[in-house]
């Protein structure tokens, strides 16, 4: 399995620069988004907003962030596609086979379906046999609703 990559080198923005327009904050801000893509892809937008926490030093993307940010990942003319939770971010030139899960630090939720297609069929089991797995491979022990609902997306997927 390899190793799942993360842009580490965000550069630092406030959100009142980006609200009151600041052109430097306004180009850091397509500077970060491009680079998580491009480094992290395919990657959920909810680990997107994450890293753009980070840089924004703050506990949670406001709305009128969120509009700025997608506004950007339209502009950099990047790919999505559904993850029934999250839409999945994938670099302009367009959406890549997976060849493998990336180990690291993510929720379930936040691996793309494509991601845990792969586990699933190095698995071989069906249902709830089959998230139970899933969980155990992660050292999780409650099937919530939201995991079985998209472990079932992620088996019908298969």
């Keep these: 399995m390899a190793c799942y990559k993360r842009f580490n080198n965000l550069k630092k923005m406030s959100l009142d620069d980006l609200y009151n327009g600041n052109p430097i904050t306004l180009e ?4 970060n988004i491009f680079n998580v893509v491009d480094i992290e892809a395919p990657v959920t937008l909810n680990t997107l907003k994450a890293r753009l926490r980070e840089a924004f030093n703050v506990a949670k993307i406001s709305q009128k962030a ?8 339209k502009e ?7 993850n029934l939770y999250d839409i999945v971010l994938w670099p302009k030139e367009g959406i890549f086979d997976i060849s493998e899960l990336r180990e690291g630090d993510r929720l379930i939720y936040d691996i793309p379906y494509q991601e845990m297609v792969l586990l699933a069929r190095s698995i071989n089991k069906s249902g709830e046999e089959l998230y139970r797995s899933i ?4 050292n999780l022990q409650v099937l919530t609703k939201k995991a079985f609902a998209y472990l079932s997306f992620v088996e019908k997927k298969m």
């Design 28 to 31: 850091h801000l397509k500077e």
């Design 66 to 73: 969120l509009d700025i940010i997608m506004e950007d990942i």
């Design 76 to 82: 950099l003319g990047l790919k999505t596609t559904d």
């Design 135 to 138: 969980l155990e491979h992660f």
